[in-house]
């Protein structure tokens, strides 16, 4: 059974970083592409950010480009989200995907983890 376990969530004030880590158990993650999505209350899961299995390519949202960024550690079987310059407005709770390509995981993923939330002071 394949968990994902997010961590790194927590209060920032305006302008600040938090890093987001997922960590992935149960079978090989080198060969999955893994995402990032948010949500706030009562709207639907947006898709934040995506890196191919072998970490060669990677994907934003236009609303995150140049402030987040996206990498995986095989070895950890991890991946990360560094998040600088956050707005009030990126407070959600992130969520951590896993599937079989990057389009996959950027649309439909199968596999979700527990999610964390990030919480933005202005």
């Known amino acids: 059974q394949v968990q994902l376990v997010e961590s790194g969530g927590g209060l920032v004030q305006a302008g600040g970083s938090l890093r987001l880590s997922c960590t992935a158990s149960g079978r090989t993650f080198s060969t999955y592409a893994m995402g990032w999505f948010r949500q706030t209350p009562g709207k639907e899961r947006d898709f934040v950010a995506a890196?191919?299995?072998?970490?060669?390519?990677?994907r934003y949202a236009d609303s995150v480009k140049g402030r987040f960024t996206i990498s995986r550690d095989s070895g950890k079987k991890t991946v990360y989200l560094q998040m600088d310059s956050l707005k009030p407005e990126d407070t959600a709770v992130y969520f951590c995907?896993?599937?079989?390509?990057?389009?996959?995981?950027?649309?439909?993923?199968?596999?979700w983890g527990q999610g964390t939330q990030v919480t933005v002071s202005s």
């Open positions: 995907a896993e599937g079989v390509s990057i389009a996959v995981v950027t649309t439909t993923p199968p596999r």
């Open positions: 890196i191919t299995a072998s970490g060669g390519t990677t």
